[in-house]
């Protein structure tokens, strides 16, 4: 079986005492390299949200905009093809 940081006998060996600080030193740096890495991934989520918000609301504006552009071409169309039968209709003669 390995022998870890909790065992008693690890502290008897002459010039490994400062082994387990060590380890613990170690460890608290893995943790505080953790904990910034996750602050740091969560201001990059926010980041990427506010941006998505701010995509899909200029979607949105895109799309009405084309809507109300699809609407004005409907109704030009509309008018033209009310004027040509007017002209039909008419007696050039």
């Known amino acids: 079986m390995g022998r870890n940081l909790f065992d008693d006998d690890i502290f008897s060996t002459a ?3 400062d082994r387990p600080l060590n380890r613990l030193k170690n460890l608290d740096e893995k943790i505080a390299g ?5 602050k740091a991934l969560k201001e990059e989520k926010n980041l990427l949200e506010r941006k998505i918000r701010e995509l899909e609301a200029l979607l949105d504006e895109k799309n009405r905009e084309v809507e109300r552009l699809s609407s004005e071409k409907s109704a030009i169309k509309d008018q033209i093809e009310d004027l040509l ?6 007696d050039l003669g």
Not at 34 to 38: E, I, P, Y
């Open 85 to 90: 039968n007017e002209l039909e209709t008419v």
């Open 34 to 38: 953790a904990v910034n890495k996750v």
């Open 15 to 17: 010039g490994k005492e």
